[in-house]
Structures are given as structure tokens and as C-alpha cells.
């Protein structure tokens, strides 16, 4: 079959089609897929009818758990590109995906020790709410907006547009049609179900996902005689690099990058407006740090899974004839290691739950980020600053059409962006996370000589300098737009654009001789004493 | 939060030594996870020569139990400030609750 196909794969490099994929559309697949759906559409059901109030729209009322956010967090930050780019990484380059894998979880203690309690103790629907808090509202909650919007949209587009590809591959639909699926299904979970139903489909999702990846690891360890040593090695004797795949490669070259990209995913998590939401869904600070300690558990232990799904990857998949095309590219594509390596292990039945966990782990993603999405127009725009005599009922309709709005936009952008190259989309939006809304965010709840002044023109100057150097770098000058040279030498700038952040919110804070200023530092002392105590903070309803 | 509430809570030992433990244990915490992972991403970025070194067996380098630490630690700093604020923490908010409201 493959044979036929070598001509089509050729004139469509790195797309996949159907029909070569080399993965047959099991009933098994499409069986699983549809339990999940059904599942799903009945908690946006039962959720619809507690879903009203602006509050349980955009928090389910606070009421969630701290085991049950720390799932949903974890369910919202693995994301498919993560679970298949990772192990893909790891495929093709040993042990530099485990290097990467860290940077995604490091940010998570600093998020625990300098945010989430502070975050609930202060908020209540937004980050947003919480950078603005003392200050002039209208500025910080534009300057948010359009912050927290940019790396939504950028999230977006690179979950979309990988979504189109993957879910073509896995199920045969086209990629048009998988991106209508994708944005139907999330307009439904998120307009009717609001959080309630973004937490619980996240939550089920995060179950799959780390049943799955726990059922592939072990069934690696198991072939391995449950040795590391005998599975590193038969992996060093399968893979090309040879014993090259056991240390550090060449996937961060110069000091500068490295550093940038450390900085990037440990502060750009802390920074993200759909991880920040979450923590206005519990009841109190004491249930906000229990769900750090969860996720980050989770998150751990997944990206460890996927270091040792990638490693056998390698191992059991590499030069078997059944998961390549002839002329020795992987059959569906690159990102497909870790699907291959589920069918070897489980056949078709196992396939069908990992394609189905896939399917579960886009919708998931990307209704956090929607509802995120949608909470920024119309809590942080429209109620706060178009129309601040808005009654509840008003917003709550407002975020619903926002929500319509963005799904329909994100099917769009997927289609708009399908034969982009997307690689620098998340790497943008941790960098703009880290260096425009993590600066704002963490100085308004620490310093109290932060003013609006600073807060504006510091974060403003943070993200213009990270989208311009990320404009300037290889990833986009030159393999985007086709020039010669890149103009930045550094895959990523976080290293100057934070630095710019937070100097000059320090310097246009310090500068800021007006009346307002002043009223604004001497705010800081009854804002720390809420973030710190929870006196006066809002709590649950229930 | 009238003026009255905050001169009441600041008047209170138990406020000033929360806040002082928290801040010192945050930022222990937080010290120790960036040193932590930039520690290692220099050594990644200045010295990849070191990740060559086999530790256990004949083919297990020193970057597997250094990357299995990192994501350890990260688990178990989180587990140490819960548990620090659940035992401490806590008493101390409760105790500045119930003598201000």
C-alpha cells in the first residue's frame, strides 16, 4: 500500500494523508472517541444547569477541589503537542527531550511559592483582576487583554493546527473536518458548561492521558525485562546517533539560547492566562497550593513516562517495516512515535484508546484556553472597561458569544495557518507569558512602589521587545519569511526581554511623581495584608 | 479593608510572623529550584562533555538521575511548602482571623 503512495507523500512533505498512514481507522478508535464525546456532552448537560452566574461561568462557582484542579491543571497543560512532540523528541534525539520536558515543569513550584495563594487570596475571575487591583483599571486591564489574548490566540493556533494534522491521521477525517469537530465540540463544552464543564473534561482527560502513558511504560519496562540498562541499550543499538542518543545533543547551542529558554518555560508558566484561571476555582488559598502539589506531581510523572515512551520508541518501533514508508520516513509523520509504539505494544484495541486520548487531549486544551480566552473580552474588556455598569446577566452573555467568536476563530486560524510553519507559536507564547504578564503580575503582589504608569509601560515594553527579537530570530526571519540571515542570533530572547520588563516597570514606577502613584503605593498595604491572611478575599458560595 | 482593619492586623505578632516565615521559605524554595535547573542548564550549555559520563552499568549516563532529580526536587519543594503551610501557616492565619473578626 505504502508503495502507491510514495509519489503522493513525496508532493505533500511532512502532511499527512489518510490513507498512508499506515493506521487504519479502527472501530475501536472511532468506538472510544465517541464514549468520550457522549461522556462529555453529558457533564456540559449537567453542568448547563449550574452554570448561570458570571461566577460559575468563569470559576464553577469556586467549588472544585484541590485534587480535582490539580488534575485539571495537569489535564490543561499537557497538551497533545506535548505528549506527542516530547516523545517525538526523544525519538529523534535521546536524551535531549528530557532536557526540554524539565523546562515544562520547572515553572510549576515557582507558580506554588510566589502566585497561587496570593492569586486566590486577591482574584476572582481573571489574572487580570489581580494585576489591576490597586491600580487605574482601564490601562491594566487593556494592556491584559491583549497580553493574555496573544498568547491565547498563538496556543491556539499551534494546538489547531496540530489537532487538523493528528486527528487526519488518526481517524481519516479530513483536516478541515477535524478542525470543524474540534471547534464545534468546544463552543458546546464552554458556552453551556462554562469552567464546570472545562474542569471536568480536562479532569477526564488527564485520566487518560496518564492511564495511557502509564500503560505504554510499563509495557516498554515489561519488554525491557524491567532494566534500564537493557532498554537504553537496545535503544543505543537501533538508533542512527548510536550511543550519541545518552547526552546532550545539539538542541541548545549557544549559552545565551539556553539560558533564554530556561527562563521562558520556568517564568511562562507562571504566566499563562488558562493555567492562572484555574486557581480561582477552589475555595481558598489552602486548596489553591494543594493543587499545585497535584499537578505538579502529574506533570512530573508524565513527562518522566514520556522520556521512557520516547526511549522505547526507539527501541521496539525503529526498523520495524510496519510503522515506515519505503523510503524510510515514518508512516503519518514525525510527531508519531509514541502512536506507532502504542500499536505495537496493544495492537489495534490500544491504538484506538491512545487516538481517542489524543482526540481528548486537544479538546480539552484548547477549551481552557477559549474559556481563558473568552474570559479576557468580556471580564476584563467589556465589564471592566466598555461598559462597567454591566449586570451579570449581561456578561455572562457577553462571554458566551466571545466564546461562539474565538471557536469559530480558532477553526479559521487553523485552517489559515495548516501549511505555516508553526514550530516558534508556544515558544512566543511562553516568551510574551514570561515577559509581559508574569512581570506585571508578580511585582503588583510583592512591590509596592509599582504604579500604573510602570505596570503599562513596563509590560508593553516586555512583550514588543519578545514578539520583535522572536520576529528578528532564525525560527521566524529566516524559515518563515525566507531571508538569508536572522538579524537575532538567539532562538529565544526571554533572557533580554524580561530583563527590559522588569527594569523598566522599576523605572517607570520610580519616575511616576503623580498624585495617583501615591495613592497607589499606599493601597499596597491593605492589598498584602488580603494576599497574605485572605481576609475580605471571595470565596466559595457554597 | 478600612484603615482601623489594617493598623489592627499590623499591630498583631502573629501577622508579622507569617508573613516573615512565608517570605523566607518561598524564597529558600524558589532559590533552590532555580539554582537547581540553571545549574543544570549551564552545565547543558558549558559543559555537555560531562553529560557523557556513565554513572550505572555500561550505558547509563549521569543525565538520567540529574533530569529524574530536577522533576523530583520540583515534587518534593512543592511537598515541603504545603506541608509547612498546612502545619503553620494556617494556625497563624486563623489565629490573625479570629482576633480581628
Redesign the interface.
Known sequence: MSRRLIGASLLLPGLACAEDAGNPVSASSILMFLLFVGATLYITYWAAKRTSTAKSFYTANGGITGFQNGLAIAGDYMSAASFLGITALVYTRGYDGLIYAIGFLVGWPVIMFLMSERLRNLGRYTFADVAAYRFQQTPIRVFSAVAGIAIVLLYLIAQMVGAGALIQTLFGISFEGALLIVGVLIIAYVTFGGMLATTWVQIIKAVMLLSGASFMAAGVMWLSGFSFETLFQSAIDKHPKGVGIMTVGGLVSDPVSAISLGIALMFGTAGLPHILMRFFTVPDAKEARKSVFYATGFIGYFYILTFIIGMGAIAFILGNPAYFNADGSMRGGDNMPAVHLAHALGGDLFLGFISAVAFATILAVVAGLTLAGAASISHDLYANVINRHATDRQEVRVSRYATIALGLLAILLGIVFQHQNIAFMVGLAFTIAASATFPVLLLSMSWSGMTTRGAVWGGSLGLLVAVAMVVMSPAVWVQVMGFEQAIVPYSNPALFSVTVAFGSIWLFSVTDRSERAQAERRAYVAQFIRSQTGIGAEGASH | ?TPEY?EK??ALPE?HA??RE?RL??SV??GI??LA??G???L???V?EF??TVV??????I??PL??G???L??V???I??RK??QHF?VL?NT??RA??
Not at chain 2, 550505572?56 to 549516563?61: A, K, R
Open positions: 479593608m489594617v492586623i499590623k501577622y507569617l508573613v512565608r521559605l518561598a524554595l524558589t529550584m532555580m535547573y540553571f543544570f542548564i549551564l547543558v550549555a558549558f555537555p553529560f557523557s550505572w552499568g555500561s550505558v547509563i549516563t543525565g538520567f533530569g529524574v530536577i522533576i523530583l520540583a515534587f519543594l512543592t511537598g511548602y504545603v503551610a498546612n494556617d492565619t490573625i482571623r480581628v473578626e
